[in-house]
């Protein structure tokens, strides 16, 4: 019972906690509309708050249904998501901007629905694995199989890569292989598709002309001052402003400068304005919801596919959050992924509510437990 105290306390505190930061963030901002900047400061702030309230009711909704309805909705979840997601390339529904087909606008409602599309696939992976267990009560159709699940997994990257959004296609694919890991796939089968695939992703990202321009701007980034080497540059003084002293919530440069300040780059806001010890106490709630993951991950019940769900839920919600951690302290080329929770992205964090409430349902044990099997019957193939 401690464990599964600790556990939920681990995933919520941290996760109210950055979803709060964030909201502060966006409500300072100045009162200049529109770019650069975080623009009109009660607008954005209202839509985070409301982003944050529907992920905490998505995950209490999530915790109280069980993790074993979760499973079963996994088909249509994963249906509903992909659906979603390729409507972004229908006139008049999808919105294209920077280059980019990734959003949707619903009269006054716009968002992107890739982090579902993140989520649902994990949980497609880790609920039609091959062996099937005697806590499945369900019927098992013979489309239900782990190579499907991967196909499926295999065209939800393609459609992304078609967006473009090729940091949503890594972390798909980080969740896919999270999840296979989960149900018990050995590391050493994982490792080398895992290499194989990532290389062939970054080899088709590279055929894009303004990932190559982010690439240039981040080795050269003196020499493209006013192109992608700006904010790289930008980056780095945010960071300098940091070591040696927080600029002050609210006074930063890096927000009035950088393109995205409160979605792309929210952490270098952080570090900036708060210095390294804002910035370390993001990386020690990020700590702890892993902490919290494994906790859950280890208080599933024998079932591969509960461990394989909460596995795919952990790296839905640490893929991106390790991703923005690096793009802002300049160890990779800027990839444009917001962090969950802390980041002005109201779909992002209604999704990654989701997740927490299904990580929680783990580590409560909500799910009856399984009839055991009859002596000399085995389980369902």
């Known amino acids: 019972m401690a464990r599964r105290i600790l556990s939920l306390a681990l995933l919520i505190v941290p996760a109210l906690g950055l979803a709060a930061l964030g909201f502060a963030i966006v409500a300072a901002a100045g009162p200049r509309p529109g770019p650069p900047g975080l623009g009109a400061a009660s607008h954005f702030a209202v839509r985070h708050a409301a982003g944050a309230l529907l992920g905490a009711a998505l995950g209490w909704v999530v915790a109280r249904a069980g993790i074993e309805r979760l499973l079963r909705a996994a088909p249509v979840l994963f249906a509903g998501a992909l659906v979603a997601t390729a409507a972004v390339f229908v006139p008049g529904i999808g919105v294209r901007a920077a280059g980019a087909s990734r959003w949707l606008r619903l009269g006054p409602l716009t968002g992107n629905p890739a982090p579902f599309l993140i989520g649902a696939t994990g949980l497609l992976v880790a609920a039609w694995i091959r062996r099937r267990s005697s806590a499945d009560r369900g019927p098992v159709h013979r489309f239900e199989s782990r190579p499907f699940a991967l196909l499926l997994a295999l065209v939800a990257i393609l459609v992304l890569i078609a967006e473009p959004d090729f940091s949503s296609a890594a972390a798909v694919l980080a969740v896919t292989f999270a999840a296979l890991a989960g149900t018990g796939v050995a590391g050493r089968r994982l490792a080398p598709a895992a290499a194989v695939l990532l290389v062939g992703l970054g080899i088709g990202a590279s055929r894009f002309g303004y990932v190559g321009g982010r690439v240039h701007g981040f080795l050269s980034p ?160």
């Open 222 to 381: 003196e020499s493209d001052r006013r192109g992608r080497g700006f904010e790289v540059l930008e980056l780095a003084h945010a960071r300098a402003i940091g070591a040696t002293g927080p600029a002050g919530f609210g006074h930063g440069a890096a927000r009035r400068h950088l393109s995205s300040p409160a979605s792309d780059y929210v952490f270098a806001i952080v570090n900036e304005e708060l210095g390294r010890p804002g910035a370390w106490a993001v990386v020690g709630a990020w700590v702890a919801i892993a902490a919290g993951a494994a906790l859950a991950i280890r208080s599933a019940p024998a079932d591969a596919r509960h461990r394989g769900c909460a596995a795919g839920c952990a790296a839905a919600l640490l893929a991106p959050a390790a991703l923005h951690i690096a793009v802002c302290r300049g160890w990779i080329p800027i990839v444009g992924v917001s962090m969950p929770f802390l980041s002005y992205d109201p779909t992002l964090t209604f999704a990654a509510g989701g997740q927490i409430g299904a990580l929680a349902a783990i580590a409560l044990g909500r799910d009856p437990a399984p009839a055991p099997t009859p002596t000399g019957e085995g389980s369902l193939a």
